[in-house]
Each structure stands twice: as C-alpha cells, then as structure tokens.
Nanobody, 125 residues
Framework: QVQVVESGGRLVQAGDSLRLSCVFSGHTFNLYTVGWFRQAPGKERDFVSAINWRGDVTEYADSVKGRFTFSRNNNNNTAFLQMNSLKPEDTGVYFC??????????????????WGQGTQVTVSS
C-alpha cells in the first residue's frame, strides 16, 4: 500500500526559509514523479512544483520560481521542497503527491495517484 507523508510545515516570518519533506513508501519510489500542491483557506488546491523520477527535471509555478527548489533522494524514498524568501501569500496546507512517471512532470492534480494528508505552512508578515 502506497503511503505519502509530508512534514516540516510550521509558522514562520516573512523572508524566512523552510524545508518540507515528503516520505514515500509501499512501492518503488523511482517509478514516480512527485509533486507539491498547496491550498489556502477558501481557495482551490494549486500546483507548486513537480520533479520527475530521476530528479533532473523540475517544474515550478510562476509564483515560486527562484524561491523554491524541489529535490529528491531515491535512495531513501524522500523528496524535499526548499522554500526561501517566504511570503504571506505562501501560506496554506502543502500536499505532496506521487504519480507513475510517464515521461513528464505533472502540473495537474488529477495526474497524481497518491496524496499525503498535508502539512500547514503559515507565513506571518
């Protein structure tokens, strides 16, 4: 049974950095592309970033380009989202998701098969 578990969210100040972790279990991690989405209160779940199975192709939402970095370690089934220069508008629940890699990174939520429960990131001004 595949499981995806996020961690690392907390309350920070604007301009701070934070690293989110996503641990994958129950299948072969390097078969999957991994994505991060976030959901602010009262809003839809939005794409943040994605990384392909090998970790050499990444996609970022325009709002986080240059501030966030997505990486993965296939040896320990973990993916990391390094978030720098955080802004209040980055506040939300961050969800990690995994989908079978079919040769591209995915920016649509429906392309992912497995989701974590989310971790709360709050950025105060």
């Amino acid at each position: 049974q595949v499981q995806v578990v996020e961690s690392g969210g907390r309350l920070v100040q604007a301009g701070d950095s934070l690293r989110l972790s996503c641990v994958f279990s129950g299948h072969t991690f390097n078969l999957y592309t991994v994505g991060w989405f976030r959901q602010a209160p009262g809003k839809e779940r939005d794409f943040v970033s994605a990384i392909n199975w090998r970790g050499d192709v990444t996609e970022y939402a325009d709002s986080v380009k240059g501030r966030f970095t997505f990486s993965r370690n296939n040896n320990n089934n973990t993916a990391f989202l390094q978030m720098n220069s955080l802004k209040p508008e980055d506040t939300g629940v961050y969800f990690c998701a995994a989908g079978i890699d079919r040769g591209s990174t995915y920016i649509k939520a429906y392309e992912y098969d497995y989701w974590g429960q989310g971790t709360q990131v709050t950025v105060s001004s």
